[in-house]
């Protein structure tokens, strides 16, 4: 943007100023022109905010603001041109002219602004892109009715045809079909996978108006969310049904069978498009509020924007920061901090400030954590989703409590069900030192390294299930198969029985696994085998046998903090400093945790245990 432009209009941060255009009435051809103005946020002013994603910065076309030509991205241009009143001014804020984008100080300045610009606009107009046929026929549909009833109408009468469907009846089948699709498009717009478009959503105080192409504008929760209801949860074989019967008869006319055909592509790219737009509509933020409270913690919101975009890694938390007041108060925006710095605050408001450390571990930690100089080695790795429902493999050093059935219950655990508030685990100001309270489980020995095959592995087990008691057998067989999370329900004699049995049992002559059924217990306790390929097999000082992540040394430390619900995994390093430990990772450990794995004698002992403070870096 020409610098002149924002030297007319300084802003006074010290009276929450912003700028506003005022954007002149025009056909839809005419040339877009519009007056940038400052007002003050404290003074009420009257405007609509607009939500919209930049798109390609390097496809742009002109515009006048203040008798200066500028240039915006075809996009905002389309933007602008769809919600232009004809005939009077429209007074919007729109970021890519009001903010200065080339000025890093009035950004760090503007930003934090931009809750309140969207929660205080008249309505938030939300600009999709282009329409298209589909969108057109079901926006159509969707204006004419209220749900369930025009859901009950983009559902196919093909099902009921009884005789041969005139081509009057077929061409409305068409319609609808195109309709269901349009629906399935509009979430695929480039909008839905945009950093900033979430808190700008959530903070509307109505209903969102959606414009689409040329077409006349919508409520995004009236229209999309009550719809999804319907469309969403439709039987699973609809399609299949409808195969079935349009092809397996011959009352069709040869002239209408391309119709037919056309609908039953589109009902087949509808059905394979209904998981991947579930789950777009899930962290669209239309079913939240802020003004009503309908809003998560930041945590999760970090997992419902962990596929959106953003041309700055820093607007990953920079853009939700109008959701979160709190963090943005102690930790403010600022675009001269980098990337690692801002992880780093975030991080330890998410531990002292929303009790993240019970989600410890579902998060991913460095595979260098041990060695690495950039993150403290407790630092969880946000590069992978810590939801994600991959199976674990030697690259995880941490468990995914998903995969576990046998957790405790926080009553029936070593702890308490709740500690005293001095115990509370925190992250001090320089965001590198964690603080955690926890009871020593005591130093670990290494019984082995499980191998990389399924064949090695299966060895290693069974050698030490042979050398336990009758007793010991079936808690470590549950132990083993806990690690993964095969459900405690099996029954554990005949867990140590396929253990026992050797390669033999579960692996062919090439020790490969053997193609046994899906489902089957053999087959199972193989997949369980698979995500132990690596992990290490450990005993305390106390006797209990555990599985941890791979690279547990002779002498770590075995800990469990109150709050984190699994034990832990740390190493003592000596600087001539005070103590403080890296973090090596999870582990489960029989005897401290549920079920097969929880032995009430031991757990009252080591309850009597003080607690200790760990500084871990």
């Known amino acids: 943007m020409p610098s002149n432009l924002y030297d007319q209009q300084k802003l006074n941060n010290s009276e929450s100023e912003i700028r506003l255009i005022d954007l002149s009435p025009g056909e839809a051809h005419s040339e877009i022109v519009c007056e940038l103005r400052r007002v003050s946020l404290d003074g009420a002013p009257r405007y609509n905010a607009l939500s919209y994603t930049w798109g390609d910065p390097s496809r742009t076309a002109p515009i006048t603001v203040n008798g200066i030509l500028i240039r915006i991205t075809i996009n905002l241009e389309a933007a602008l041109r769809a919600i232009r009143n004809p005939l009077k001014q429209t007074c919007l804020w729109v970021d890519a002219i009001c903010i200065n984008q080339d000025d890093t100080e009035e950004k760090s300045v503007q930003v ?24 057109e026929c079901f926006l159509s549909l969707a204006r004419r009715r209220t749900p369930p009833e025009p859901y009950q109408k983009l559902r196919t009468v093909a099902l009921l045809w009884k005789g041969r469907p005139s081509s009057k009846k077929i061409a409305r089948e068409h319609f ?30 109505n209903d969102p108006l959606c414009f689409c192409g040329n077409l006349q504008p919508f409520r995004a929760r009236e229209v999309l969310i009550d719809f999804a209801t319907y469309i969403m949860f439709d039987e699973p074989d609809f399609y299949s049904k409808f195969q079935r019967q349009v092809w397996s008869v011959d009352q069709f006319d040869p002239q209408d069978r391309p119709v037919l055909q056309q609908i039953l592509d589109i009902t087949q790219r509808s059905e394979n498009k209904k998981r991947s737009t579930k789950d777009v509509i899930e962290k669209s933020g239309l079913q939240f509020k802020a003004s009503a409270g309908h809003m998560l913690g930041l945590a999760e919101q970090l997992v419902f924007t962990s596929t959106r975009l953003c041309s700055d890694p820093r607007d990953k938390v920079f853009g939700l920061y109008g959701l979160n007041p709190d963090l943005q108060k102690l930790f403010p925006v600022d675009y001269n901090k980098d990337i690692t710095q801002i992880k780093m605050e975030t991080v330890a408001y998410l531990i002292n400030h929303e009790n993240y450390i019970q989600r410890y571990p579902r998060s991913f930690l460095f595979a260098d954590r041990l060695s690495n100089t950039t993150y403290p080695s407790w630092f969880p790795d946000f590069s992978k989703n810590f939801e994600t429902d991959a199976p674990l493999g030697t690259e995880v050093p941490v468990l995914d409590l998903r995969h576990f059935s046998v957790l405790p219950p926080l009553q029936t655990s070593i702890h308490q069900l709740t500690e005293p508030p001095t115990l509370s685990e925190q992250v001090r100001m320089d965001t590198q030192t964690l603080h955690l309270w926890a009871r020593s489980l005591g130093k670990c020995k290494v019984v082995t390294i499980l191998g990389p095959t399924v064949a090695q ?5 069974r050698d030490v299930l042979v050398s336990q008691s009758t007793a010991a057998r079936k808690d470590l067989a549950c132990l083993f198969v806990a690690y993964h999370g095969v459900q405690s329900s099996y029954n554990m004699r005949e867990l140590v029985k396929v253990f026992k049995s050797g390669v033999e049992g579960v692996c062919d002559g090439n020790c490969e696994p053997l193609p ?27 006797g209990c046998m555990g599985v941890a992540v791979s690279g547990v040394q002779d002498g770590d430390v075995a800990i469990y903090p109150p709050r984190v619900q699994h034990p832990l995994i740390i190493r003592a390093v000596d600087t001539g400093e005070a103590r403080h430990y890296k973090m090596v990772g999870t582990a489960i450990i029989d005897k401290v945790m549920t079920d097969r794995l929880y032995d009430a004698t031991y757990a009252k002992k080591v309850r009597k245990r003080e607690f200790v403070e760990f500084v871990i870096r």
């Open 176 to 205: 609808k079909a195109l309709a269901r699709e349009g629906f399935y498009q509009l979430f695929a717009k480039p909008y839905w996978g945009r950093m900033w478009t979430l808190q700008e959503i959530v903070l509307s105080r």
């Open 457 to 461: 592995t299966l060895t290693q087990i």
């Open 112 to 135: 934090p602004l931009m809750g309140s610009i969207y929660s205080r606009a008249s309505e938030v107009l939300v600009w999709l892109g282009p329409a298209t046929r589909p969108i």
């Open 516 to 542: 046994l059924g899906t489902g089957t217990r053999e087959n199972r306790l193989v997949k369980a085998l698979e995500n132990l390929s690596g992990k290490t097999l450990l005993v305390t000082d106390d």
